[in-house]
């Protein structure tokens, strides 16, 4: 599967921006999603993950209750709502898409998306 991420940019803390990851081909309801950021001189790290129908999901502690991830099988999108964004925030965000094993692991995930840069200003 290719994945192609889009929708970040760069917002005042506090503000909010959604990120879309849109996947090729026709078995995307078959993998597990999740979102990765890796800021400027740190390791890539898991931010949120979703499961083939939505049934997990599961976040990084510090994102807990500011953002959200979905996603669509029909529209084979996977969607991440980031909101009260914090400075911290800042970082490539990439998409994933894996098959089975630890979610919040780099190594489950066989595929990766571009990424797409978010930066937060204070």
């Known amino acids: 599967v290719q994945l192609q991420a889009s929708g970040g940019g760069l917002v005042q803390a506090g503000g909010s921006l959604t990120l879309s990851c849109v996947a090729s081909?026709?078995?995307?309801?078959?993998?597990?999603m999740g979102w990765f950021r890796q800021a400027p001189g740190k390791e890539r790290e898991f931010v949120a993950a979703?499961?083939?129908?939505?049934?997990?999901?599961v976040y990084e502690d510090a994102v807990k209750g500011r953002f959200t991830i979905s996603r669509d099988n029909a529209k084979n999108t996977v969607t991440l709502q980031m909101n009260s964004l914090k400075v911290e925030d800042t970082g490539v965000y990439y998409c994933?898409?894996?098959?089975?094993?630890?979610?919040?692991?780099?190594?489950?995930?066989?595929?990766w998306g571009q990424g797409t840069l978010v930066t937060v200003s204070s």
């Open positions: 979703i499961t083939w129908r939505g049934g997990t999901i």
């Open positions: 994933a898409a894996g098959s089975r094993g630890e979610l919040v692991r780099v190594s489950m995930y066989d595929n």
């Open positions: 081909g026709r078995t995307f309801s078959s993998y597990i």
